[in-house]
Structures are given as structure tokens and as C-alpha cells.
């Protein structure tokens, strides 16, 4: 598709439960980010991978987070053990500069909601 | 590591009108980018401006258009003639070395018919 592209839209789940959401990042884009945006806040920072691999993985806040973009295009974060505190708007964004210089495209993101 | 500040959690315009929307930021980098964003109800961010560290001249993109202070790290939005369609959350964002970007808490911007 023509920009970043996020499933599911909305996704609830009980506490304790696993949820996998899916990036698909404009084509071509090396690097690839995951940002967690809670409610009247600015995004914060999860992992960036370039190419396939993992970057810099220093914002997720504990071993139940995890992400993986095995063939450098598609990326799947995956929770595990789901806690209310995990209720968030997940985005995805994808860029062409793997420098931190250039534009980041983001996608609408994917919100999940914990009960 | 870097923090981004906005100060302003809402603020208000009437049509036509110009707001400025503050944002100050620290860090002890030379060479880096900043960044404004605007985040409408459909949640897709999209890209307002850049600024380049290195470039004194102040960055501008038709009716958008920064105060960028390095010595002071003040960057600041000015949207002139505001629109409806500029109602938004605009985040302020910082680009250095560690590649990702660092955003600030933002301002819900509404512009008043």
C-alpha cells in the first residue's frame, strides 16, 4: 500500500491474555519503529529495527514486550501476560533514513484496550 | 537522554488568526533535527515542519513556520491564518543520535469558527 498500514484497528483482551498487532511499512522503508502513545500523552519510544534486526530495543518496559521483522518488511509486537497497564495506542512508523534525520511515516496505530 | 517540553496542554485560535505553540527541549548534542507533528482524532501522525540544527535560517512550509533558538533550545510553531482543519494535537519532537525520536506531551490545538 501506499502508506503504513496497522491490524487490527482496535483490539480488546482480557488481562493475562496474548495479543500480536502488525505493522506493514511503506515499501522500500529500512527502518522501522514501535511507539506507545497512552491517552493525553506524547509517543514513546519501544524498538527500532533496521533491516531485520533489532537496533535498539530500550524502551520496552519489560521481558512481556516483544517485537520481531524476520524478512525486513512486515513487524509483529507481541505482549504476552496482558496487563491493564498495557492499554494504549500501539503506532507503527517507517522511514528511509536510517540516521534519525528524516521523516518518520506512521501509520493510525492499533488500540488496545486490557479489561 | 533527551526530554522535549510543551508547556501548553490546550490552547485555542480563532479562524484566520495566528497562535504560536511553544516547545523547549534539552540535550547535550551538536548536530540534530526537530520536528513538529500534528495528530488529528484519526490518530495518523503526520509531519508539519523539520529543522535542522545546523541551519540558522528558520524553517517553513507555506502557512507553518518555527522560532528555532538553539542557544535558548526553544522551537516553536507559528500556523498563520489558522484553518479549521488545523484543529489537532501537535507534538514537538527531537531526532539526535539514537535515531528514534523523542516526543513531548503535546498541545491540543482547537481553531474556533
Known amino acids: 500500500g501506499a502508506g503504513v498500514s496497522q491490524t487490527p484497528s482496535n483490539k480488546v483482551t482480557e488481562k493475562g491474555k496474548y495479543v500480536e498487532l502488525r505493522c506493514d511499512p511503506i515499501?522500500?522503508?529500512?527502518?522501522l519503529y514501535w511507539y506507545r502513545q497512552s491517552l493525553g500523552q506524547g509517543p514513546e519510544f519501544l524498538i527500532y529495527?533496521?533491516?531485520?534486526?533489532?537496533?535498539?530495543d530500550s524502551g520496552l518496559p519489560n521481558d512481556r514486550f516483544f517485537a520481531v521483522r524476520p524478512e525486513g518488511s512486515v513487524s509483529t509486537l507481541k505482549i504476552q501476560r496482558t496487563e491493564r497497564g498495557d492499554s494504549a495506542v500501539y503506532l507503527c512508523?517507517?522511514?528511509?533514513?536510517?540516521?534519525?534525520?528524516?521523516?518518520?511515516?506512521f501509520g493510525e496505530g492499533s488500540r488496545l484496550t486490557v479489561l | 537522554a533527551q526530554t522535549v517540553t510543551q508547556s501548553q496542554p490546550e490552547m485555542s485560535v480563532q479562524e484566520a488568526e495566528t497562535v504560536t505553540l511553544s516547545c523547549t527541549y534539552d540535550?547535550?548534542?551538536?548536530?540534530?533535527?526537530l520536528f513538529w507533528y500534528k495528530q488529528p482524532p484519526s490518530r495518523q501522525m503526520i509531519l508539519v515542519i523539520r529543522?535542522?540544527?545546523?541551519?540558522?535560517q528558520n524553517a517553513t512550509e507555506n502557512r507553518f513556520s518555527v522560532n528555532f533558538q538553539k542557544a535558548a533550545k526553544s522551537f516553536s510553531l507559528k500556523i498563520s491564518d489558522s484553518q479549521l482543519g488545523d484543529t489537532a494535537m501537535y507534538f514537538c519532537a527531537f531526532g539526535g543520535s539514537a535515531r528514534q525520536l523523542t516526543f513531548g506531551s503535546g498541545t491540543q490545538l482547537t481553531v474556533l469558527p
Open positions: 540535550t547535550s548534542e551538536n548536530n540534530y533535527y
Open positions: 515499501s522500500g522503508h529500512t527502518a
Open positions: 512508523a517507517s522511514s528511509s533514513s536510517s540516521m534519525g534525520t528524516g521523516e518518520l511515516f
Open positions: 529495527f533496521q533491516g531485520t534486526g533489532a537496533a535498539d
Open positions: 529543522q535542522e540544527a545546523y541551519k540558522q
